[in-house]
């Protein structure tokens, strides 16, 4: 919840002066006391018995929560760590439950998110650029910052148990100047702030969006060509006339982006069902036959979860395996292939569908490792093998239906892992698209004539969605584009902007799923080859 601002003091008031004026501050200057404050030392055995010394003098150590959420920030920083994945880990290892366990979860993931909206205001309360304060305790700024700005906790609990931290990982010198930043954080509440710290909406909307909703303004201006909205201006360039009026839907894009999302869970067909997943707690999905939401706590708590006969999976993933199987194919009907697998959400879809009517499914991925992550998710008689969609290790026209769910930049799914958007370039983008087109190439080879592809990014991006399907098809004539939408007839304002009307696109703020991209296509029907249900080649995974 944004904090009340204090009365009288807006940003930028004379009354309010910086952390830092007036005084040394303690990012590797002297602090008030005149000592070294080791923000650029190296930790040793002398700033660690300071530390020590610190805490006694004090009587407080670094609060257990705020610790894990801090460490899950560092881990981001320096190594590129997914918070989804060591969050759960530190969490075991540490022995927190309940409250705590929750606590730690909103500072890390609330902090990642809100990243660029609080470095703006750390910014703001600091002589010094962010570049200039030691990581360690830069990472210590922006936990306070968001309870300060994003949450219940009070202003004075956030600033003193901000300080703890700092002189636990970063050490005592550092107290005073993380005291002074979050003091002046405190004085405003988070709409404050922005007032004062974005660009103005009217000329630089997408600047205004970047920063409020705490996302690079490139992927900001990415969704709003994804959504056909019209605010393409760079900074310094004249906005188009009511721009920051009509980016109305790129807002509540990247509004739903910045929040929490649910989890979703999908019944293995034949093994599960949504009757039992719904007895176990969870509430029914709206549009998926084999989905139902979890509100709260584990998912391996649901016996079904817990067994393998169920898993977490998005419902806008399993839709978009869904509308592939309702594509009428004709006869035969019997090999699927899932050409980049890993790590095995929709393979498990898919592998349960295809044997209740009598078929099979092939899953295939480069990397081993992840080939051994779908063998161990499908059932059945499904094939798993380690091949190069690129280079396929199967005969031509070998196949029925076929899902090209392709390697892409995520942007789709940034409310699961908010430290993307910081990892992610445009550069990203542009060196997908080569790998991207050929497998969809790879995967209109390996279809037969009259058999059906679905191609499928966890990505708006225009550039890994419509523009790939543009360009493959280009010049030719063997390959309808159905109208996917159609197919799921069932999900409301799926349409891509024309004149991308016949794909689809599943967003978070209409659907509440990731913003999967979903394009169907069907070879025109033709002679099958002769070799159509030749053997498939490469590695199969045990």
Known sequence: MARRATAGRGPGSQGNQRAGEGRKDGGGRKDGGGRKDGGGRKDGEGQRAGRRQDERRSGRRADPARLVAFEVLRASRERDAYANLLLPALLRERGLTGRDAALATELSYGTLRGQATYDAVIAACSTRGLDQIDPPVRDVLRLGA???LATRIGAHAAVATSVDLARKVAGPGTAGFVNAVLRR?????????IAAIAPDRAADPLGHLAVRYSHPRWIVAAYSESLGEDGVAGPGDAAPAGAGAALAETEAALAASASRPSVTLCAVPGLADQAELAADGAEIARWSAFGA??????????AAVRQGRAAVQDEASQLAALALTRVDVGTPDRLWLDLCAGPGGKARLLAGLAARGGARLVAADIRPHRARLVRAAVTGAAGVVVADGTAPAWRPGSFDRVIAD????G????????????RKSPADVAGLGALQRRLLASALAAA????????VTCSPHVGETRA???DVLAGRDDVVVLDAPAVLAEVPDLRCPEPGGRYAQFWPHRHGTDAIFLALLQRRPGPRSAADTGPVAGRTTR
């Open 146 to 148: 968001h309870q300060l």
């Open 185 to 193: 954080v405190a004085t405003h509440d988070l709409e404050a702030w």
């Open 293 to 302: 939401y979890l509100q709260g706590g584990d998912p391996a708590a649901v």
């Open 406 to 409: 392709v390697p892409c930049s």
């Open 411 to 422: 942007l789709g799914a940034l409310r699961r892992r908010p430290e993307a958007r910081w």
């Open 448 to 455: 037969r004539p009259g058999g059906a592809v679905a191609y």
């Open 468 to 470: 790939v399907v543009a």
